[in-house]
């Protein structure tokens, strides 16, 4: 049996590769444009495109292909051969010119009316910073990418921008504190990846599941996750099988996977990989949801990743643990023993408080879309309300800094098990809040609120140019002070004072929060349409334009590209509900009646004195309920109608919402009433019985 040390990450162009194939000069150089952001020279990037062209052909590549991420909220790819005519023959050739940059045709992807339709050409550029590897008969380069005329169509280049803009500020910042040996700060992130797993043969029967990724129809079965038994339970065989394999396949691509579990719902499991830089950190992320769809289908198993596949279970998301590291090896976030005198971690922390606050809204449109609109606020995934939480012991040192008051740290008790085989240990200073959307844990932030789905390059290049902004305006507050440590310490109070609406410890779930939020100013954005409204807002544009992350112009083209996006996602699953209850359910349901009615009839022909009530009751109520559907089947038409013909995306987004999506609630309600009534044999679609478990 092989080794995981020994095969992990053997499909990767990693450091220890390229130490060993590249020219001493060469990875020197290489390393540079890695680590200090220099510029690389083409003649380096021939050795380099040379030495990854042979490594990846020994390991059976006769493709390359630059591998971006466009805005569709899916990853792109085309591969061209290595083959190169010489003679009657061919040679395997990759020059620095390839590597470095790629042409495809860009017509076809989201550009928010940036430019023209048919200014077609687009282009990818190597980023260095995440390694090349080889997947399915290629060698895969991460690149960034963007139109002819140079604006940012991807969601990675943004991220880059905003990773080094970070790191420049943290810098400036921890030089005041005397740490000139720090020259380069990362921000780094661990994404929890939850999904589903369900039988192949059920989901082929499912057109909502194909072209939606989540039931449109479907009632509850029986039993559902309130045993709370699937939860961290065992897991069964054939979805270890699957675990097993992924895992492989993850590690073989240098993936960090570390935790596996089921989760609260049935057929819902968990993956958490060990953090990573926040870029690679990204690439990993995407890869990992397309090989979890891969290794699926080699076990007759489909992995859902949609937010909220099942109405009535638990949905899925995605836990964004965000620290910021130095490059000597320190985590700015860690209170350590002392955080009442460590004035850096409480400067950092505040940075991250003020962030937070002010841009609240932003933290809450980078986690919108169509499909997380179902679990926010739902009491399984945190409310649309941003707010940070801190943790008893935190939370008392912010007060003591704002009220001037002494700190006393409740220290870590120890917890006695009462078991003499069983050790003593000591328990943490906090608890975990999983209501809270922001919440500290320890040394790290973790943003809950995020979609199983969503690329996390959007909120983590929101997240990390708000606080670089911050740590601008605490560097210009400080570089002139007489007093270094007294000035920080006010600037430090004066933060925690103005921004301390923010802070929530409490049960984000209950009604009294969303009152106290109201009361303390803060948004309560509950849907797409509602969140994105903001995008535009003058503080929000001018952050991005100041920090160079994003001109206006890119910023209106995301914030047009997100609405269309959900205009589209609400009209593909309402076109296709429409479908599924025209063509499938009404005749089922009808036959079904029939069938009701011919017994009505056989048994009245044998006997007046026959009851007949039982059948004679689900037929009055299943033909009222088929009235009442073709009503709603029209209605659901009308608004599709009414919000396709309106022009203005916002305008648009809101009617979809407000219009559509409520007659698709409508419909659905009474569609799964009379699933509940009809006939197993009858009804079209397997069950929420037989999807949840079927594995």
């Not at 699926?296 to 992995?303: D, P, R, Y």
């Not at 017994?599 to 009222?624: G, N």
Request: aromatic content about 10%; glycine content about 6%.
């Amino acid at each position: 049996m092989t080794k995981v040390p020994e095969y992990f990450g053997s499909m990767v162009f990693n450091d220890k590769v390229m130490q060993e194939r590249l020219p001493k000069a060469t990875y020197k150089a290489l390393k540079k444009t890695v680590e200090n952001g220099e510029a690389l020279d083409l003649s380096v990037a021939n050795v380099v495109a040379n030495a990854m062209k042979d490594w990846a052909v020994e390991l059976g590549c006769t493709h390359f292909t630059h591998w971006f991420q466009p805005m569709t909220g899916v990853t792109a790819e085309k591969h061209d051969s290595f083959i190169s005519p010489q003679g009657d023959g061919v040679i395997m050739e990759f020059s620095g010119k390839e590597l470095i940059k790629g042409e495809p045709d860009a017509s076809s992807f989201p550009s928010g009316g940036i430019r023209a339709t048919f200014e077609a050409r687009g282009y990818t550029t190597w980023d260095p910073t995440s390694p090349a590897f080889v997947r399915d008969g290629s060698l895969y380069i991460p690149t960034a990418f963007c139109s002819y005329t140079g604006e940012v169509l991807d969601k990675k280049t943004p991220l880059l921008r905003s990773m080094e803009r970070l790191s420049s500020e943290a810098v400036k910042v921890l030089h005041l504190f005397g740490q000139d040996e720090v020259t380069r700060v990362a921000t780094t992130v661990g994404p929890e990846q939850e999904y589903f797993l369900i039988d192949k043969e059920m989901y082929d029967q499912r057109v909502d599941l194909k072209l939606t990724g989540r039931t449109l129809f479907g009632a509850m079965a029986p039993k559902g996750q309130e045993l709370e038994d699937h939860y961290f339970g065992s897991i069964k065989t054939r979805v270890s099988a699957y675990m097993r394999d992924l895992d492989e396949e993850l590690w073989k691509l240098g993936i960090l996977a570390k935790t596996k579990h089921n989760e609260v719902a049935p057929s819902q499991h968990e993956l958490a990989p060990i953090f990573s830089t926040s870029n690679i950190a990204t690439d990993h992320n995407e890869l990992t949801m397309e090989i979890m769809k891969k290794v699926a289908e080699k076990h007759g198993l489909v992995c859902l990743l949609h937010e909220k596949p099942f109405k009535g279970v638990n949905g899925s998301g995605k836990h964004n643990n965000w620290s910021i590291s130095t490059n000597t090896g320190e985590n700015l976030l860690s209170p350590g023993k002392h955080p009442e005198t460590n004035y850096r971690f409480q400067l950092f922390l505040a940075a991250v408080v003020k962030a937070v606050d002010e841009y609240q809204d932003l933290l809450r449109i980078t986690v919108a879309s169509a499909g997380n609109d179902h679990r926010l606020g739902a009491n399984e995934a945190p409310p649309a309300i941003i707010s940070m939480y801190l943790g008893d012991d935190l939370d008392a040192l912010v007060r003591s800094i704002i009220n001037g008051d002494d700190y006393e740290s409740h220290g870590r008790e120890r917890m006695h098990t009462g078991v003499e085989v069983l050790a003593d240990f000591k328990k943490d200073n906090s608890d975990r809040n999983r209501t809270s959307p922001f919440a500290f844990t320890g040394n790290k932030f973790e943003f809950r609120a995020l979609g199983s789905s969503l690329n996390i390059a959007c909120p983590n290049y929101m997240l990390n140019t708000m606080v670089a902004e911050e740590l601008s305006q605490f560097y210009e507050a400080l570089k002139d002070a007489d007093d270094l440590q007294e000035a920080v310490k006010a600037l430090i109070r004066d933060t925690f004072t103005a921004h301390q609406r923010i802070i929530f410890n409490g049960d984000n779930y209950s009604d009294e929060w969303v009152e106290e939020a109201e009361r303390r100013g803060l948004y309560n954005l509950k849907s797409l349409p509602e969140a994105l409204s903001h995008f535009m807002d003058k503080k929000n544009v001018d952050l991005f334009v100041k920090n160079n992350i994003c001109s206006e112009d890119e910023l209106r083209a995301r914030y047009e590209i997100d609405l269309e996006s959900y205009c589209k996602q609400l009209n593909i699953e309402a076109l296709t509900m429409v479908d599924m209850a025209k063509k499938d359910i009404t005749p089922a349901v009808s036959a079904y009646v029939r069938e009701l009615t011919d017994a009505v009839l056989s048994k009245k022909a044998l006997s007046d004195t026959i009851p007949v009530i039982a059948e004679m009751d689900i037929i009055t109520d299943l033909s009222d309920k088929q009235t009442a559907f073709a009503a709603h089947i029209a209605k659901l038409e009308d608004e599709i109608n009414a919000a396709a013909s309106i022009e203005d995306n916002q305008e648009k987004a809101f009617a979809y919402r407000n219009g559509v999506f409520k007659a698709m609630e409508e419909l659905r309600e009474i569609g799964d009433a009379m699933e509940s009534e009809t006939g197993t044999d009858f009804w079209p679609y397997p069950s929420y019985t037989d999807l949840l478990f079927g594995v």
